[in-house]
């Protein structure tokens, strides 16, 4: 049977061949629906941004799945850093993420791998201009290091 959104052309009485009547391009419209580690750091808390920045991700229409504050245990952030283990600032860094509270969430939405980056990208432009390290918040780079540190941290896998 001759599907009915098709016309038949017959190029010789063995040979034939479909083509279609029409075709239409369709804007890409999917998005993929993701989820995503954050984490505030101490000097959100300390600078007083943490509501903002919490404000700010609430607004992006993502939704926080999971969340924890409090002091953070040394090995997890040490785990979450673990690229980092052989740069010279890796302890310095390490002491700075455990003098205070942080908040650690597993964001989930559409996107929400380049939501959050774009969102942190704005929060630092903001609030902390120039900063390399003391910057407010972390997000996962890519769908792999967010299931690594939503597994570190959660101990959970997504």
Known sequence: MIEPHRKLIMLNKTNIQFTPLYTKNYPQTFTAYEKTFVMLKPDSFQRNVDGIIMDKINSTGLKVLKQWEGIAPRQK???????????????????????????????GGEDAISAVSALKKSV????????????????????????????????IDI
């Open 124 to 155: 630092r432009e903001e609030f902390a201009p120039g900063q390399k390290r003391y910057n407010l918040m972390h997000s996962s780079d890519d769908t792999k290091s967010a299931q690594k540190e939503c597994k570190n941290f959660f101990d």
């Open 77 to 107: 952030l040490e785990e979450n850093y673990s690229r980092h283990k052989e740069k010279p600032f890796f302890t310095t860094w390490i002491d700075f993420l455990s003098s205070g509270k942080i908040k650690a969430m597993i964001i």
